[in-house]
Nanobody
Protein backbone atom coordinates (compact mmCIF):
# COMPACT_ATOMS: atom_id res chain seq x y z
CA UNK A 1 0.00 0.00 0.00
CA UNK A 2 1.38 3.39 -1.02
CA UNK A 3 0.34 6.70 0.51
CA UNK A 4 1.15 10.27 -0.42
CA UNK A 5 0.47 12.75 2.37
CA UNK A 6 0.58 16.48 1.77
CA UNK A 7 0.98 19.11 4.46
CA UNK A 8 1.73 22.80 4.78
CA UNK A 9 -1.33 24.40 3.26
CA UNK A 10 -3.22 27.23 4.89
CA UNK A 11 -4.32 30.84 4.69
CA UNK A 12 -1.74 33.46 3.74
CA UNK A 13 -1.87 37.11 2.72
CA UNK A 14 -0.90 38.19 -0.79
CA UNK A 15 2.87 38.41 -1.06
CA UNK A 16 3.34 35.78 1.61
CA UNK A 17 4.96 32.35 1.47
CA UNK A 18 4.05 28.76 2.17
CA UNK A 19 5.97 25.51 1.92
CA UNK A 20 4.11 22.36 0.97
CA UNK A 21 5.45 18.89 1.71
CA UNK A 22 4.54 15.55 0.19
CA UNK A 23 5.71 12.40 1.94
CA UNK A 24 5.45 9.07 0.17
CA UNK A 25 5.29 5.91 2.25
CA UNK A 26 4.69 2.21 1.76
CA UNK A 27 6.39 -0.57 -0.12
CA UNK A 28 8.05 1.73 -2.61
CA UNK A 29 10.69 0.38 -4.93
CA UNK A 30 11.58 3.58 -6.79
CA UNK A 31 10.11 7.07 -7.25
CA UNK A 32 10.52 8.63 -10.66
CA UNK A 33 8.89 12.05 -11.15
CA UNK A 34 7.20 13.88 -8.29
CA UNK A 35 4.76 16.57 -9.28
CA UNK A 36 2.50 19.22 -7.84
CA UNK A 37 -0.90 19.95 -9.35
CA UNK A 38 -3.57 22.41 -8.26
CA UNK A 39 -7.27 22.80 -8.80
CA UNK A 40 -9.15 26.04 -8.21
CA UNK A 41 -12.94 26.09 -7.81
CA UNK A 42 -14.65 25.68 -11.15
CA UNK A 43 -11.38 25.04 -12.99
CA UNK A 44 -9.57 22.01 -14.28
CA UNK A 45 -6.66 20.54 -12.40
CA UNK A 46 -3.39 21.95 -13.74
CA UNK A 47 0.20 20.81 -13.49
CA UNK A 48 2.21 23.36 -11.49
CA UNK A 49 5.68 21.88 -11.16
CA UNK A 50 7.56 18.66 -11.83
CA UNK A 51 10.85 17.24 -10.63
CA UNK A 52 12.54 14.14 -11.96
CA UNK A 53 14.55 11.71 -9.87
CA UNK A 54 17.75 13.39 -11.07
CA UNK A 55 16.45 16.81 -10.07
CA UNK A 56 15.39 18.30 -13.39
CA UNK A 57 12.54 20.73 -12.82
CA UNK A 58 9.89 22.48 -14.85
CA UNK A 59 7.10 24.91 -14.00
CA UNK A 60 3.92 26.31 -15.43
CA UNK A 61 4.58 29.86 -16.64
CA UNK A 62 2.33 31.47 -14.03
CA UNK A 63 4.56 30.34 -11.13
CA UNK A 64 8.03 30.62 -12.66
CA UNK A 65 10.29 32.70 -10.48
CA UNK A 66 7.96 32.39 -7.48
CA UNK A 67 7.67 28.64 -6.79
CA UNK A 68 10.48 26.15 -6.29
CA UNK A 69 10.04 22.39 -6.31
CA UNK A 70 12.59 20.15 -4.62
CA UNK A 71 12.84 16.60 -3.32
CA UNK A 72 14.69 14.47 -0.82
CA UNK A 73 15.12 11.04 -2.39
CA UNK A 74 16.33 9.49 0.85
CA UNK A 75 13.12 10.56 2.59
CA UNK A 76 10.78 9.99 -0.39
CA UNK A 77 9.57 13.54 0.08
CA UNK A 78 8.89 16.44 -2.28
CA UNK A 79 8.48 20.09 -1.42
CA UNK A 80 6.94 23.12 -3.05
CA UNK A 81 8.21 26.45 -1.79
CA UNK A 82 5.73 29.13 -2.78
CA UNK A 83 6.77 32.78 -2.52
CA UNK A 84 5.11 36.04 -3.56
CA UNK A 85 1.74 34.32 -3.42
CA UNK A 86 -1.17 35.85 -5.29
CA UNK A 87 -4.93 35.42 -4.84
CA UNK A 88 -5.00 33.48 -8.12
CA UNK A 89 -2.78 30.83 -6.51
CA UNK A 90 -5.72 29.87 -4.30
CA UNK A 91 -6.50 26.22 -4.95
CA UNK A 92 -6.30 22.71 -3.59
CA UNK A 93 -2.75 21.52 -4.20
CA UNK A 94 -2.20 17.84 -4.96
CA UNK A 95 0.97 15.82 -4.87
CA UNK A 96 1.43 13.23 -7.61
CA UNK A 97 4.18 10.65 -7.88
CA UNK A 98 5.19 8.29 -10.65
CA UNK A 99 6.56 5.37 -8.69
CA UNK A 100 6.99 1.64 -8.64
CA UNK A 101 6.46 -1.06 -6.08
CA UNK A 102 7.89 -4.56 -6.00
CA UNK A 103 5.34 -7.33 -6.52
CA UNK A 104 5.63 -11.08 -6.88
CA UNK A 105 5.43 -10.51 -10.62
CA UNK A 106 8.17 -7.91 -10.64
CA UNK A 107 8.22 -4.13 -10.62
CA UNK A 108 4.83 -2.44 -10.99
CA UNK A 109 4.82 1.24 -11.94
CA UNK A 110 1.91 3.69 -11.84
CA UNK A 111 0.83 7.14 -10.75
CA UNK A 112 -0.32 7.89 -7.22
CA UNK A 113 -2.13 10.93 -5.77
CA UNK A 114 -2.29 12.57 -2.38
CA UNK A 115 -5.50 13.80 -0.81
CA UNK A 116 -4.76 17.48 -1.42
CA UNK A 117 -4.09 20.47 0.79
CA UNK A 118 -5.92 23.80 0.61
CA UNK A 119 -3.96 26.97 -0.10
CA UNK A 120 -5.88 30.23 0.26
CA UNK A 121 -4.29 33.57 -0.57
CA UNK A 122 -6.41 36.41 0.72
CA UNK A 123 -6.17 39.62 2.70
Amino acid sequence: QVQLVESGGGLVQPGGSLRLSCAASGSIFSIYAMNWYRQAPGKQRELVAIITRSGTTNYVDSVKGRFTISRDNAENTAYLQMNSLKPEDTAVYYCNADLSIQTVWGESRRSYWGQGTQVTVSS
